[in-house]
């Protein structure tokens, strides 16, 4: 059972546009979220976190937001750049434990 | 800084084998989490220890089991392979144990 869906496999963005990535969970007792980014060979990289005791978390270019009526939480990248091409996942956290659930990944490539 | 390293980069072992892959933490955190990660998915909690003991499990069986080590790095053994643990197995390490995860480039196993 997925808990955490990332609907969207792949998203090509040009440079200098936004890119705006969707996480949706399904575990209301989720208080915790993070996104990572993957480049292949590499381990995920943490980007940016949010509580949800918030209902925005900002970061230089990355934005992330959350929905909590909407079990909704979504990443905005401004302004996209090349380097920013990777794999991005959320995943989300319960307070009663610290067992981080992960969606199945975004594949974002910004075109110059 | 070092960051998570994790031992061997490359495995591959036949059915029935066992493995063993190692994981050394950032210098000062005191948590280790592992993760499955089949190719097309997002990384699978397997297990994570805090201060030597063990503090969330997922949904494996019990051919796989962990330890930590009382200077945090951690082992993840896994019995009686088949094919279908074939995957990169990631290793991140977090302090305190709820906070951002830190990963390790992961150890891509390969079970023939």
């Not at chain 2, 962990?66 to 990631?90: C, I, K, M, T, W």
């Amino acid at each position: 059972d997925q808990q955490v869906k990332q609907n969207s496999p792949s998203l090509s963005v040009q440079e200098g546009r936004i890119s705006i990535l969707n996480c949706d969970y399904t575990n209301s007792m989720f208080d915790y979220f993070l996104w990572y980014k993957k480049y292949p060979a590499e381990g995920p990289t943490f980007l940016i976190s949010i509580s949800s005791i918030k209902d925005k978390n900002e970061d230089g270019r990355f934005t992330v937001f959350l929905n909590k009526s909407a079990k909704h939480l979504s990443l905005h990248i401004v302004p996209s750049q090349p380097g920013d091409s990777a794999v991005y996942f959320c995943a989300a956290s319960a307070d009663t434990g610290n067992q981080f659930y992960f969606g199945t990944g975004t594949s974002l490539t910004v075109i110059p | 800084d070092a960051g998570v390293t994790q031992s061997p980069t490359h495995l591959i072992k036949t059915r029935g084998q066992h493995v063993t892959l190692r994981c050394s933490p950032i210098s000062g955190h005191k948590s280790v989490s592992w993760y499955q990660q089949v190719l097309g998915q997002g990384p699978q909690f397997i297990f994570q220890y805090y201060e030597k003991e063990e503090r969330g499990r997922g949904n494996f069986p019990d051919r796989f089991s962990a330890r930590q080590f009382p200077n945090y790095s951690s082992e993840l053994n896994v019995n009686a392979l088949l094919l279908g643990d074939s995957a990169l197995y990631l290793c991140a390490s977090s302090f305190p144990a709820y906070n951002e995860q830190f990963f390790g480039p992961g150890t891509r196993l390969t079970v023939l």
